[in-house]
């Protein structure tokens, strides 16, 4: 019947046809859905990276609490394990505990390897916690790199940024700071008087829990001019081949919908965008008021409340001018000391700050090996042609005196064979 079938006449009706095109259809149905779900997967990967990026909290990736190699899930020794029965037991555990694994085994030590977002043209990180402990460890002077994941890593509380130090991982930039300062004696915050410490806690709780959600807002508001105004590729960001006009579509979309869900529920996202924006400039005058014309916050040397108000206020100082921000043109105009404080902060901490923005590299403050410049091979030649000719010329002095000596030979041999000759003759 199918031999038959296939022999016919090609004359389809509308059903044959319509049961043709199916598999055709489907296929075609199928990749679009297998480049739209990555492209969708991206953008989301891109969207959370985003919205932690700017909260510094979840970034729709938790893991959930692991638990410790070894361990059984149902607790230390088990189910209707007897005292004598966890005793025999406890070398055989001791030996299977493993320490907990980190992304960078071959580290090196009291080396700190930090996880974060990848660069941008306009300013090192649109995170301000990333920028806040990356800034914390230059003013400290810690030895530190950037491990370039493409925003696939995250700790295990789900959050960026977070470190790796001789094979432990520490998250959450506060407590990262904090870790760090104990373990290696780099407390920022030493000859603040108590009254200064207080300050500086209340700054940086307005700095974090409120003025940051102020720019969240404005950004879940106008993903649009967040992408031009900092200069986002996505395709470069999370290392992905898809075209950034779907990138970008996926993006938009996503984290418009989730960041404003997440600007809401901490009680921002009720009030109109003109509100939202007038608590953002008290904020900004609080901290203008407090700075005063002093070079930072507390005296001649920067704190902790200078890397994190620098964190901060360079999410809104550092957008393409073509982008208009309300809360930027307002620190311009009106908090000028608060535009030069961010100025001397990057000067002091970000040197290579061009090589990062133009470059985009993660780790411009490692130095790199110098390439072999011209001069240095044409010196080398130069040398090399110096020593040839000097080679050269004791050969041909050698030369020289070899024939010079087998001349000599020579001359002596014919005087020998001229004397013989008139010895013999006068013999004769």
């Known amino acids: 019947m199918s031999a038959e079938t296939e ?8 059903e044959e046809e319509k049961k043709a095109e199916q598999p055709a259809v489907a296929t075609a149905a199928a990749s679009a859905e297998a480049v739209v779900a990555a492209a969708d997967k991206a953008a989301g990967d891109a969207t959370a990276a985003a919205t932690a990026a700017a909260t510094g909290g979840d970034a729709d990736k938790k893991t959930g609490e692991e638990k410790p190699a070894g361990e059984n899930a149902t607790g230390e020794g088990g189910d209707g394990a007897t005292s004598s029965d966890a005793t025999a037991a406890a070398p055989a555990k001791k030996e299977k505990e493993v320490k907990p694994t980190v992304h960078k085994a071959n580290f090196e030590k009291d080396v700190v390897y930090l996880y974060q977002f990848t660069r941008t043209p306009m300013l090192p990180s649109i995170s301000p916690f ?26 295990k509380k789900g959050q960026l940024p977070f470190v790796e130090v001789n094979g432990e991982e520490i998250a959450d930039s506060t407590i990262i700071m904090q870790e760090l300062a104990q373990r290696y004696e780099k407390d920022l915050d030493a000859a603040l008087s108590q009254e200064q410490r207080n300050i500086a806690h209340a700054m940086i709780s307005m700095l974090e829990n409120h003025l940051v959600w102020v720019v969240l807002s404005w950004r879940s508001k106008n993903t649009e001019q967040m992408l031009k105004g900092y200069k986002i590729n996505l395709q470069h960001a999370l290392g992905s081949r898809l075209p950034n006009a ?13 960041g404003a ?49 620098f964190s901060v206020l360079a999410q ?10 309300g809360l930027k043109e307002f620190m311009q105009e009106n908090c000028p000391n608060l535009v030069g404080h961010v100025s001397r902060i990057k000067e002091r901490c970000f040197p290579d700050w ?15 090996p110098e390439p072999e410049t011209k001069e240095n091979k044409e010196g080398a030649d130069t040398e090399k042609t110096a020593e040839q000719d000097k080679n050269e010329s004791e050969k041909e002095l050698e030369k020289d005196n070899s024939n010079e000596k087998s001349e000599k030979k020579e001359e002596t041999e014919k005087v020998v064979e001229e004397n013989k000759e008139k010895e013999e003759a006068a013999a004769k």
Do not use: M
């Open 130 to 155: 990333c920028l806040k402990v990356e800034t914390w460890l230059r003013l400290a002077g810690l030895k530190y790199e950037n491990i370039d994941h493409k925003l696939k890593l995250r700790s």
């Open 246 to 258: 779907l990138l970008n579509f996926f993006f938009k979309f996503q984290f418009s919908r989730k």
């Open 261 to 309: 869900k997440k600007v809401k529920a901490q009680g921002l996202g009720v009030h109109k965008p003109e509100e939202v924006e007038e608590f953002g400039r008290k904020d900004l005058k609080v901290l203008s008021e407090l700075l005063a014309d002093k070079p930072f916050f507390f005296g001649d040397e920067p704190t902790t409340l200078d890397c994190v108000a």
């Open 354 to 368: 061009e090589d990062i923005c133009t470059k985009l590299d993660l780790n411009a403050h490692i130095p790199k």
């Open 316 to 325: 809104i100082h550092f957008i393409l001018d073509e982008v208009k921000y």
């Open 7 to 14: 022999n016919k006449p090609v004359v389809a009706t509308g």
